[in-house]
């Protein structure tokens, strides 16, 4: 199981920023997909998902309306496109393979996690 996150670093408020996580095919081709976010002393907390065809969607209320969430199904790639960003937005994000299809944004449905991709907004 690998899946690779890139594109986080350091923007100041109102900047863009977007995420990239490459998942192997064999273990997502079926899978919904999500991007979750950890800041220093929180709970990790949902951002955003997508159903295993990328037909649907979901969002965190925070982010809702700046963030996208894609996929693009023959490159086994999920993106987080982020923009509006703010200085909550500051947390690792991590991307992970859900066991279902569907686009669910319950932790406890997600059974593969990537490494983590550190994302800091200034203000």
């Known amino acids: 199981v690998q899946l690779q996150a890139s594109g986080g670093g350091s923007v100041q408020t109102g900047g863009s920023l977007r995420l990239s996580c490459v998942v192997s095919r064999r273990t997502a081709s079926n899978n919904g997909l999500g991007w979750f976010r950890q800041a220093p002393g929180k709970e990790r907390e949902f951002v955003a998902s997508?159903?295993?065809?990328?037909?649907?969607?979901n969002y965190g209320d925070s982010v809702k309306g700046r963030f996208t969430i894609s996929r693009d199904y023959g490159a086994s790639t999920v993106y987080l496109q982020m923009n509006s960003l703010k200085p909550e937005d500051t947390a690792v994000y991590y991307c992970a393979v859900a066991r279902s299809s569907a686009s669910t944004s319950r932790v406890e449905s997600y059974n593969y996690w990537g490494q983590g991709t550190l994302v800091t907004v200034s203000s």
């Open positions: 997508v159903d295993w065809r990328g037909g649907s969607a």
